[in-house]
Structures are given as C-alpha cells and as structure tokens.
C-alpha cells in the first residue's frame, strides 16, 4: 500500500509499504479520510514533540475514519462493509487508570503517530477492534474523522462540568478551538466568546456560532468580556492556544469561583501565573490530555444536532500530495483550519 513516511524532519515521501495483517482481536480499515493534526506538523517540523522522538522512520496522522475490510477471528461488534471512526489510543485496559474509566493517562497506551508508533497517513490501517465506532448514515467520514479533535473539546467540557448555564470562554480559534465551541454547543451552552488575531479564523469562529470574538491585541480580554456579559463575565474558559499571554488571559478573564480548562501545549514548559489570584479566586484550574470515552456520546450528539464541524475543513489533498499538505498546514495558518487528506482521490 501506498503510505508517507517522514524520514527525518521536513523529509517526507511516499513509499510502498505492506498493508497490516489484523490480529485476532483487530480490524483492518481501509483509509478514507484522515486529517492533519498540529502534532503531526510538530513531528514533521522538529522530528519530537517533549520525551516522543522520532528515532527511526514513521507515519503519521491519527484523525480518520474508513471502511472495515478485514476481521480477526475474534471481533464481534464490526464487521466487513462497516463505516467506522478509530479512536486512535489503545490502552491496556488493565491499570488503575484504565479500571477507573480515565484510560488517556494509561501509562502503557499505544497512539496513532506518537513515536515508535506508526499512524495512518496510508490506505489502511489495523485497530484493535474495541477502539472503533460505528458511523450512522447520517455521518459522512469527514465528521467521522473530526470525532478526534471534537473529542478534546468534549474531554474539556466534561473536565470542568459545563452547564448550560455556563457563559464560556475559547482563547484560540485554530480547529481545537472551534471544534470546543461545537463542543459546548453540544452541552446547551448559549454564550460562547472567543479570543484569536486571525482574521480569517475570527469570521470563521463568527459563522459556527460564537456569540462574539475578542481581538486580544486589540481590547483587554477581561474588560471587553465584561462590557460583552454586563458585568456578569465568563464562568469557564478553554485554552486551546499554548500562547502564554492567552494563559495568563485565561486566568484573569474568568469570573471569581470559576473554571479554566488548559488544553494548548505551550512551547515551553514553564508559563509564570499569578498564583494568588487563583487562590484568591478560589479558580479551578484543569490540565487535558487527549481524552476517554468521549466516541459514543459525540457520535449521538452528533447524529440528533445541526451542527456542521465540516466547516473547520478548508481544504483537502490526495495521499499523494501529503507533503503539500502537511507544508499548507504549517505554512498557511492564517488561511487554513482543518487540512485533510483522501488516499482514494
């Protein structure tokens, strides 16, 4: 089969290489759609992202949903013509975090594209079995694809209990971002806000329904929140960007009692915060990794709601161009969202 395979940083080419023989408890998937990941550019740009290094060739990519062709003799709940989403970490399931329904902090996970592991810039891909999902008619692939970064804006909603009497706040409007506002749509929250300097992503942001977005550069986040609400300010804010500055936003801007979700992985590893504010405050600050058990209520929700996460799609290549891809994702952010690639086109 036909896959990209990145060599070393910012070398990347396609290769033949033979198509994965599913294992008793697996399913072979064929590929139809799979996006491109800001990890994934990490990985092509640095060759590491933290302790996960690129030591010996990989495939990326880990966002898709495909068509299962082959089963092992022990799969039962899919089967051969099935239309599926791949939740793409598989755990052990046997730890105490797996036994405690939180299996994204299992220490012995297998992820999609996180070195040794390959991912699934190709034409077909095995899973173990329990890891994919039915899609219902309804559902193309693409939004059967989006289910992975949609799920981290769900993980955040559940982290910090929203409710639909939350007013919410996202700092960064890249597709973590906008699919968390998909996210708390899907919650019943009715005040989104939204900070971001992009143009293109602030119209965007604009179109799926925030209520309204904050320049940061220019008008200070808390003050403009607070002339948006009456006074009343934010109860949760999501910070999907890294960026320090929007970190220390995401902190000041919240109303007193309230909850911030820390989702953006900063490119350092110490970002300074006032402490005292947040005790203060009596804020709750919550760190978000990857997420659990998210597929199956997403899906649901999905299926009985208007919403349209295929607008975070801006554009879409053939496994053939994926190196044109992976460049328009990491070049051309102020004009690309969701880049997407199709081994079938």
């Known amino acids: 089969m036909l896959a990209a395979v990145l060599n070393k940083p910012l070398d990347m080419e396609m290769k033949q290489v033979p198509i994965p023989v599913p294992g008793k408890d697996e399913a072979l998937i064929k590929v139809y759609c799979i996006g491109v990941c800001g990890s994934d550019v990490h990985y092509y740009e640095h ?44 755990t052990c399931g046997r730890c105490e975090y797996c036994k405690a329904g939180r299996y994204n902090l299992c220490p012995d996970v297998v992820f999609m594209a ?43 909603m559940n982290r910090a209990n929203v409710t639909p009497a939350d007013r919410l706040l996202v700092t960064g409007l ?13 919650f019943g929250v009715k005040e989104i806000y939204a900070t971001d300097v992009v143009p293109f992503r602030q119209q965007l942001a604009l179109e799926m329904g925030v209520t309204a977005v904050i320049d940061p550069t220019q008008h200070p986040v808390k003050e403009r929140l607070l002339e948006l609400t009456d006074g009343q300010g934010v109860t949760v804010v999501v910070e999907s960007s890294g960026n320090g500055r929007a970190i220390g936003d995401a902190l000041r801007a919240v109303k007193r009692g309230g909850r911030v979700v820390l989702v953006g992985m900063p490119a350092v590893d110490e970002i300074p915060v006032d402490v005292n504010a947040i005790i203060d405050a009596e804020l709750d600050v919550y760190g978000l990794f990857r997420y659990a058990n998210t597929y199956p209520a997403a899906i649901a929700a999905l299926s009985n709601s208007e919403l ?25 952010k102020d004009t690309s969202i969701k880049v997407m690639i199709y081994p079938g086109l």
């Open 114 to 156: 996180t070195p040794p592991v390959d991912g699934a810039w190709a034409e077909y891909v095995a899973v173990r079995a329990d890891f994919l999902f039915k899609l219902p008619d309804s559902m193309s692939y693409e939004q059967g694809a989006l289910l992975e970064p949609l799920s981290v804006g769900i993980h955040a």
């Open 308 to 332: 349209d996460i295929e607008k975070v799609i801006t554009h879409k290549f053939s496994l053939n161009d994926t190196v044109q891809a992976v460049e328009m994702a990491r070049t051309q």
């Open 174 to 186: 890249g597709p973590i971002g906008l699919l968390a506002i998909q996210a708390a749509k899907l």
């Open 47 to 90: 060759g590491k992202i933290g302790r996960y290094v690129v030591e010996k060739p990989i495939i990326l990519g880990h966002e898709l949903a495909g068509e299962v062709v082959a089963i092992g003799e022990a799969v039962k709940h899919v089967q051969v013509g099935d239309r599926v989403a791949v939740e793409p970490g598989v």
